[in-house]
């Protein structure tokens, strides 16, 4: 009787502790949930992080977080008013399309991996909407884009934006993108002909003939915001003196204008019109120290080579040295007769581009002659 009820004892702590442990794992498991189901914040913090772990990736090298950082339900739903595009989508071109149109980190990515810079300026709110800034710099130009992000399925997503460069929602951007594309594909002797008959006349210096292909058949071009940048383009080549008040004439959104006023400015030595357009953009999106870079360049080439030095100088305080600005300082040490520091800059090619003392010497016998001989007597001993 003793062993049969020393037997039953033990059996029921056996029942009691799984009772007690099952029901410590549901409390568990409901506080989980409950953590889970908590809604995300939508605020200031929770947004630049978010903008942070973007601009983080890519220096990370990794385009997937920036591509999967849309709302890409709402864009389909938005660029699907149009027809062309709606019937596309079913199709895995038209698929196909879309990932490439949205896929912004692949595009930052290949530019960062070519010399470029991207960083997030700014974060503000504005009408209980949250937005983010970002600039991409490339190849002696900047594109400038402006995030809404909102919440979906208890994430942060980006859901529409504003390109500076062309003046137009990120939308349609994306939906202008696959038209083009998707009618290049579909009807390449049609409008999209007209376009590339431009830009091969663009390619082969026909300035004249290439305005005159672009305002005859404005009624037929002028939806598409290629031909915007294509007029702006053909502009500036074919009357740079004019160039401003034909910009101004187009009462583009003043983002958009700054932008390219910005650009010629700075890219034509024009000093104190670049410190204008800066201020006014450093008003819109915040502070940002590609600014300097340009303001260093429009110095540069107005022959004021002191002053692009110090801009140069407080700019890389507050970047990276991406090859332009490290090609820049070796400019204005060349042009200042500072053969030591030109040397010290080109040194640091070694370590930030892995080139050797051979393809310095290449560089500056092709870019930098005047001081080619004494560079190779200071690299002659490692020869």
């Known amino acids: 009787v003793s062993c049969y009820m020393t037997k039953k004892l033990s059996i029921k702590s056996v029942l009691f502790f799984l009772f007690i442990s099952s029901i410590f794992l549901s409390c568990n498991a409901d506080k989980k949930r409950k953590i889970e189901e908590v809604p995300i914040q939508l605020n200031e913090e929770t947004v630049t992080i978010f903008g942070h772990q973007i601009e983080r990736a890519i220096y990370n090298e990794d385009a997937n977080f920036f591509n999967g950082a849309f709302d890409t339900n ?10 062309l595009i709606y019937s596309s989508l079913d199709a895995e071109f038209g698929k196909a399309l879309f990932k490439q149109a949205i896929h912004q980190g692949d595009f930052v990515l290949k530019e960062f991996n070519e010399g470029g810079h991207f960083k997030l300026i700014s ?26 992000v909102d919440t979906v ?51 082969k210096e026909k300035i004249a003939a290439a305005l005159e292909l672009l305002t005859t058949n404005e009624a037929l071009l002028k939806e598409y ?3 915007q940048q294509q007029l702006i383009q053909v502009q500036y080549l074919h009357n740079p003196k004019g160039f401003i008040d034909f910009l101004e004439g187009l009462h583009l959104d003043k ?45 540069f080439l107005a022959k004021k080579y002191k002053d692009a030095l110090i801009c140069y100088e407080e700019a890389e305080k507050g970047l990276p040295l991406f090859w332009d600005l490290w090609y820049s300082k070796l400019e204005v040490y060349y042009n200042l007769k500072q053969v030591d520091a030109f040397i010290e800059t080109l040194c640091l090619s070694e370590e930030h581009y892995g080139m050797d003392k051979r393809e310095m010497l290449e560089l500056t016998e092709e870019e930098f002659p005047k001081v080619y001989k004494k560079v190779s007597e200071v690299f002659e001993k490692d020869f």
Request: net charge negative.
């Open 255 to 299: 983002r958009c204008e700054l932008v390219h006023k910005l650009l010629f400015y700075s890219n034509n030595g024009h000093v104190e019109e670049s410190y204008a357009t800066i201020d006014e953009l450093i008003n819109i999106t915040g502070d940002d120290p590609i600014y300097l870079f340009f303001y260093g360049r429009a110095h």
């Open 74 to 83: 709402f864009i389909k739903e938005k660029i699907s008013e149009n027809s």
């Open 225 to 227: 915001p290629y031909y």
């Open 123 to 148: 974060y503000y709110e504005k009408e209980n909407k949250h937005h983010l800034i970002f600039r991409l710099y490339s190849n002696w130009s900047i594109y400038i884009e402006d995030y809404e």
């Open 153 to 203: 399925n208890n994430e942060l997503k980006i859901k529409e934006g504003f390109n500076y460069n062309l003046g137009i929602s990120f939308t349609d951007k994306v939906k202008y993108s696959m038209l083009y594309s998707i009618l290049l594909k579909t009807d390449s002797k049609g409008i999209i002909s007209l376009f590339l008959q431009i830009d091969s006349l663009i390619q």
